[in-house]
């Protein structure tokens, strides 16, 4: 996040002026660098890319021109993009939270029987990735987080994750990363045969 910010649209400075100094530090940082990142994948000035990512909205590209998902935490900024529909989440791995607490208002009543067997940083652990992988998911959907969150789940053995309302059916990958936990979910239909990649940039 202190990383110099990158050159936005007019129309994305404006956004800001209805944020907190916060929230539009974070928009400022987050914009400029999809668009540079957008623009080293698809060959075109980041200025001239086509995206709509007002505050609070997920964002999307022009048609034809593919599909993008992003997320920060405190000191991260992890952009994905693909051809097909795409959701990636991130967060410190080391992150603090009341695990218990979070996990028995948002997770599904099956899930928290098996978290139940975990306690201290286990439980910590464990429900941070559940957490992670949800939030991939949901932002693949397009949905909102009150209202999906506890539909989803994940099978690791077929890397596939589910929605039990819906029936969507997607592919999910989670790893640890340097400080960082991450998942993408992503069209496995398309993308069965191909190996997800992930670029680090030091600033």
């Known amino acids: 996040m202190d990383a ?59 048609e034809g021109w593919g599909h993008v998902s992003f997320s920060h935490c405190c000191d991260a900024l ?9 959701g990636v989440d991130i967060e410190r791995a080391d992150r603090p939270f009341k695990a218990d607490q979070l ?18 940083e286990k439980l910590r652990a464990a ?15 397009r949905g909102k987080l009150s209202v999906d969150i ?9 890397d596939l994750a589910i929605h039990k309302k819906c029936g969507y059916r997607v592919g999910f990958s989670s790893l640890y990363f340097n400080d960082w936990y991450m998942a993408v979910t992503f069209n496995k239909n398309i993308h069965n045969n191909h190996q997800l990649i992930i670029c680090k940039e030091s600033i």
């Open 78 to 86: 992890l952009i994905g993009w693909s051809p097909t529909a795409i």
């Open 150 to 158: 506890r539909q989803w789940y994940f099978c690791k053995n077929s």
């Open 4 to 62: 110099p910010l990158k050159p936005i649209t007019w129309e994305e400075e404006k956004y800001t002026f209805e944020l907190s100094q916060k929230k539009s530090k974070q928009y400022l940082h987050s914009r400029g660098y999809v668009r540079e990142a957008l623009s080293e994948v698809l060959r075109v000035p980041a200025l001239d890319i086509p995206l709509y990512a007002p505050p609070g909205k997920p964002p999307k590209l022009a």
């Open 103 to 120: 996990s028995q208002r948002y997770f599904s009543e099956q899930e928290n029987k098996i978290l139940s067997t975990l306690q201290g």
């Open 127 to 141: 429900v941070l990735e559940q957490w992670v992988n949800k939030e991939a998911a949901i932002k693949w959907q």
